[in-house]
T-cell receptor, first 117, second 111 residues
Framework: GAVVSQHPSRVICKSGTSVKIECRSL??????MFWYRQFPKKSLMLMAT?????????EQGVEKDKFLINHASLTLSTLTVTSAHPEDSSFYIC?????????????FGPGTRLTVL | GEDVEQSLFLSVREGDSSVINCTYT??????LYWYKQEPGAGLQLLTY?????DMKQDQRLTVLLNKKDKHLSLRIADTQTGDSAIYFC???????????FGKGTMLLVSP
């Protein structure tokens, strides 16, 4: 159990286009979903926290108009990178939090590799 | 400085034990986690420990927590080449849901 999927796993796009990444909890309902970005030195940076049915909470320095998050249901959150630029190229990872599996923890998706040309 | 610190690299031989260390600064940490990341993949939860525990064992994995020194370690017994990956230590604070990660330790297991 506790599987989180992301789609697509890889995407290459032209500068100026928008890209949508989906994050789904497949076998549990997630009270909260998180979006992370992984930088080349391996550290993970939390971008935003989203709860179903409410606006996402963005971390300082993350542009909410550029990284649009929609948490449509307890099993789906989407991250849209609008007007992508090469500096947005990165590995984006989502996670889903639940306390329904016996412990309060986060389960991570496999990540999406975004390359902006 | 960093809230969670780890050494960046560890190299061991197959069959040996690996010990990956982590230090954290916030004494209000309630949960501490170890995640594994294989190349090109997302994070996989390996194990976690509550802050009121000193040790947790799960098959080949042993987690030791020294709250006084704010030190967490992950021991992998009988390390295999398939254990080669980046290992992240993370803490979660009090009533918050967000995780603070270390930069990860790259474990390289040679035959």
């Amino acid at each position: 159990g506790a599987v989180v999927s992301q789609h697509p796993s890889r995407v290459i796009c032209k500068s100026g286009t928008s890209v949508k990444i989906e994050c789904r909890s497949l076998d549990f309902q997630a009270t909260t979903m998180f979006w992370y970005r992984q930088f080349p030195k391996k550290s993970l940076m939390l971008m935003a926290t989203s709860n179903e049915g409410s606006k996402a909470t963005y971390e300082q320095g993350v542009e909410k108009d550029k990284f649009l998050i929609n948490h449509a249901s307890l099993t789906l959150s989407t991250l849209t990178v609008t007007s992508a630029h090469p500096e947005d190229s990165s590995f984006y990872i989502c996670s889903a939090r639940t306390s329904s599996l016996g412990t309060d923890t986060q389960y991570f998706g496999p990540g999406t590799r975004l390359t902006v040309l | 400085g960093e809230d969670v610190e780890q050494s960046l690299f560890l190299s061991v031989r197959e069959g040996d034990s690996s010990v990956i260390n982590c230090t954290y600064t916030d004494s209000s940490s309630t949960y501490l986690y170890w995640y594994k990341q294989e190349p090109g993949a997302g994070l996989q939860l390996l194990t976690y420990i509550f802050s009121n525990m000193d040790m947790k064992q799960d098959q080949r994995l042993t987690v030791l927590l020294n709250k006084k020194d704010k030190h967490l370690s992950l021991r992998i017994a009988d390390t295999q080449t398939g254990d080669s990956a980046i290992y992240f230590c993370a803490e979660i604070l009090g009533g918050y849901s967000t995780l603070t990660f270390g930069k990860g330790t790259m474990l390289l297991v040679s035959p």
